[in-house]
T-cell receptor, first 114, second 108 residues
Framework: NAGVTQTPKFQVLKTGQSMTLQCAQDMNHEYMSWYRQDPGMGLRLIHY???????DQGEVPNGYNVSRSTTEDFPLRLLSAAPSQTSVYFC?????????????FGPGTRLTVL | DAKTTQPPSMDCAEGRAANLPCNHS???????VYWYRQIHSQGPQYIIHGLKNNETNEMASLIITEDRKSSTLILPHATLRDTAVYYC?????????FGTGTRLQVFP
């Protein structure tokens, strides 16, 4: 299994540009989520999904959209990038609704918005 | 979800046990305690979790007090590769809310 994969690894955008960060998992996990991590800070939850067709907001959802059309993929869309969105983005997946919640994290996408 | 309090940093000599404390005084009965760590700038890695009883796996041990208001993660024989930020998280739902964690520095 490849686990959780994220593309691209690095990205530089100009203010106002849009882009999609890709996340895929091959473990048949129902739960997927997106986090951002600013320098020297902990991870903050952006959006999460408990299954295909179901998404919900986390702590910092503004400026980001998500959709979950398949179990495997959970893309994160930045509609109009801002410098405040410069961060490292991590995608994670975990088993279905359960109190046992081991999540597997991808390697991250490092995004810079100029 | 209950909030947690951890010391911002700790040091540990290589080969010694590292004991990382976590306070979660507002934990409710159906909330689990999870520990993750993040080595350098990699994605976080699951270590262990528990509800009431102490737990042990190949990586670490988790000691939860009887009132469940605090816990300790124990790395029995710390190595230089255990240098990382360790996050204590309390959650009953699928989402994990990370705090700022404890930066553990293992020195030779």
């Amino acid at each position: 299994n490849a686990g959780v994969t994220q593309t691209p690894k690095f990205q530089v955008l100009k203010t106002g540009q849009s882009m999609t960060l890709q996340c895929a998992q091959d473990m048949n996990h129902e739960y997927m989520s997106w986090y951002r991590q600013d320098p020297g800070m902990g991870l903050r939850l952006i959006h999460y999904s408990v299954g295909a067709g179901i998404t919900d907001q986390g702590e910092v959802p503004n400026g980001y959209n998500v959709s979950r059309s398949t179990t495997e993929d959970f893309p994160l869309r930045l509609l109009s990038a801002a410098p405040s969105q410069t961060s490292v983005y991590f995608c994670a997946s975990g088993k279905s609704l359960s109190s046992y919640n081991e999540q597997f994290f991808g390697p991250g996408t490092r995004l810079t918005v100029l | 979800d209950a909030k947690t309090t951890q010391p911002p940093s700790m040091d540990c000599a290589e080969g010694r046990a590292a004991n990382l404390p976590c306070n979660h005084s507002t934990i409710s009965g159906n909330e689990y305690v999870y520990w993750y760590r993040q080595i350098h700038s990699q994605g976080p890695q699951y270590i262990i979790h528990g509800l009431k009883n102490n737990e042990t796996n190949e990586m670490a041990s988790l000691i939860i007090t009887e009132d469940r208001k605090s816990s300790t993660l124990i790395l029995p024989h710390a190595t230089l590769r255990d240098t990382a930020v360790y996050y204590c998280i309390v959650s009953r739902r699928d989402k994990l809310i990370f705090g700022t964690g404890t930066r553990l520095q293992v020195f030779p």
